[in-house]
C-alpha cells in the first residue's frame, strides 16, 4: 500500500505516471492508464481526471472512478463550489482535504453533500493548467483514510501537474490560435487598441452588438475574464490590427 512505501518508491512510480501522461497526451493509450498509474503515487478510494469545456461552461470526465452522482456535481456544480476559487488560483496548487478551512468545508456541498456521505477523509483537488496560463481542467482524488504526516505523495501530485495537464488538454490541430474564427482573430486585434465595440464596428463594417457577440465567443473560447485580458493575449501571440 503507498502508505507504506518509501519516497524513492513514490518518485519511481511518478515516473510512471508521466510515461502514461505521454501515452495518453499522443493517443497511444487511455487516460485511465495515467490514474492507474497516480494510484502508485497516492492510493485512493476514488479518483478522475476531468477537462473544462470554456463554451459549455462544464467540466468533462475523461477517466474516473467516483458514483455517478458525485461524477456529476464533479462535471456540472463543482464551479459553482465555495472552494472552487481558492482551488482556482494557480499559486494554490493542489488543496488538500485536511487544509481546508473547516469553516469553507461546512459552506461546500461538494463535500457535504457528496463527499462526505462517501466516508471520504482525505484527497487532493487540484486545478491544471496549461503553458499559456489557460485553466484545462482538474485531478480530484479522494480516500477513505487519512494519510499520514509528512507525505511525500503530495508533493509529487503537485510536480506531476504539468504532465496531468498535458493530458486533459484539448490538443488542437494547426491553425487561428485558441481555434478562433478568422473574423474572431480580426475583432480580436482590434481589442490590443484599445477600441470600443463601436469603434471596431466601423472599422469592420458590423454592428456593434456583432462585435460584442465576437467578444463573447473570444473570452469563451480562451477561457479569458475580460477584454483587457484578451487584448494581452492577442499581444502574447503579437496579432495586432491591419491598417
Known amino acids: 500500500m503507498t502508505a507504506h512505501r518509501s519516497t524513492a518508491d513514490i518518485l519511481d512510480a511518478a515516473v510512471h505516471v508521466r510515461e502514461a501522461a505521454r501515452n495518453a497526451t499522443s493517443g497511444a493509450a487511455g487516460v485511465d492508464t495515467v490514474l492507474a498509474a497516480l494510484s502508485e503515487v497516492v492510493e485512493y478510494d476514488h ?15 475523461l477517466a474516473g472512478s467516483y458514483p455517478d452522482d458525485a461524477t456529476a456535481y464533479i462535471e456540472t456544480r463543482l464551479h459553482h463550489d465555495p472552494v472552487f476559487p481558492v482551488l482556482r488560483t494557480p499559486a494554490q496548487g493542489g488543496l488538500w482535504l485536511g487544509d481546508v478551512p473547516p469553516r469553507l468545508l461546512a459552506a461546500s456541498p461538494g463535500f457535504q453533500d457528496v463527499l462526505s456521505p462517501l466516508g471520504i477523509e482525505d484527497g487532493v483537488a487540484q486545478c491544471l493548467f496549461g503553458a499559456d496560463g489557460r485553466y484545462v481542467g482538474m485531478l480530484n482524488v479522494s480516500t477513505r483514510r487519512p494519510r499520514r504526516t509528512p507525505d511525500p505523495a503530495r508533493a509529487v501530485v503537485t510536480l506531476l501537474t504539468e504532465s496531468l495537464a498535458a493530458t486533459v488538454a484539448v490538443r488542437e490541430e494547426p491553425g487561428p490560435p485558441g481555434g478562433l474564427s478568422p473574423r474572431e482573430l480580426q475583432v480580436l486585434a482590434e481589442l490590443t487598441a484599445g477600441r470600443t465595440n463601436r469603434e471596431i464596428a466601423e472599422r469592420l463594417y458590423v454592428t456593434p452588438r456583432t462585435v460584442g457577440t465576437h467578444i463573447e465567443h473570444i473570452l469563451a473560447k480562451l477561457d479569458l475574464p475580460n477584454r483587457a485580458a484578451a487584448a494581452a493575449r492577442a499581444v502574447a501571440w503579437g496579432i495586432e490590427p491591419s491598417g
Request: glycine share 0%; no cysteine; aromatic share 6%.
Open 47 to 61: 479518483a478522475s481526471l476531468t477537462r473544462w469545456d470554456p463554451l459549455r461552461r462544464r467540466h468533462t470526465t
